[in-house]
């Protein structure tokens, strides 16, 4: 399984890159479950992990939020996805929420010119319907991630059942699966046995909540844990994009 770490700075992108995750992921934590990051910083972020190499891990890959944007507002949803697409990120991610605006935002997002990651924001459960349209529109990935970081993580509001089906409709579709929502070390045993194609995390490597700094050593005991979880179940590292 892939680690992703959503970073807000470039220091908190070369921490996360030497400490060995797949993914980084540029977001403000203090805007929202999505919150965006400046256009410039996101470049400069961009350019940061570039002069570093890519690193030490050649196979890094970026993803950018746009923001939380209102489904209602199709308009500017497409303007923000062009921005941050611009900016040299390997995915774009844009929130998806349960509301009947989704199947025509999910359409016009299928539509841009940038690499797009919908995210499916689920609080109120996943809705099998968007899901199923958006596995079968032209998408790398697809992803589960909550709004409200206080009520709990991903597995608290959705069910394992529910979460399964999801994991397995997005890969029986060939895409690649992510999940994301607050998740903590506890939950490690059963991002395991969810086995999506990588997991995403803020809230479990930050010295407090999700808005303060990184911490070099929560993130070196996350990547312990995810990579000896990887080893313990014999070891096929699913190849996230």
């Known amino acids: ?101 989704a199947l025509a935002v999910l359409d016009m997002l299928a539509r841009t010119a940038w690499p797009v990651v919908p995210v499916f924001i689920a609080d109120r459960g996943l809705d099998a319907a968007h899901v199923a349209h958006a596995c079968a529109l032209g998408f790398p990935g697809l992803m589960a991630d909550t709004a409200d970081k206080r009520a709990g993580s991903l597995f608290d509001a959705v069910g394992a059942p529910e979460l399964k089906r999801f994991v397995a409709t997005v890969r029986g579709s060939g895409k690649m699966v992510g999940v994301a929502g607050a998740l903590r070390l506890e939950n490690c045993a059963l991002l395991s046995e969810l086995a999506p194609d990588f997991a995403g995390f803020r809230t479990a490597v930050c010295d407090g909540d999700r808005t303060t700094a990184l911490d070099p050593r929560r993130l070196q005991a996350l990547v312990a844990l995810m990579r000896g979880g990887a080893a313990m179940r014999g070891g096929a590292v699913v190849e996230a994009g």
């Open 1 to 101: 399984m892939k680690i992703l770490v959503s970073v807000r700075s470039v220091e908190e992108a070369l921490l996360a890159a030497r400490g060995g995750v797949d993914f980084i992921d540029l977001k403000e934590p203090s805007g929202g479950a999505l919150g965006g990051l400046p256009v410039a910083t996101i470049r400069s972020i961009v350019e940061a992990l570039r002069e570093h190499g890519n690193g030490v891990a050649g196979k890094l890959k970026t993803s950018a939020t746009i923001g939380d944007v209102p489904m209602t507002d199709a308009d500017r949803i497409a303007a923000c996805v062009d921005a941050v697409g611009a900016c040299g990120v390997d995915y774009v991610k844009v929130g998806i929420e349960r509301v009947p605006q």
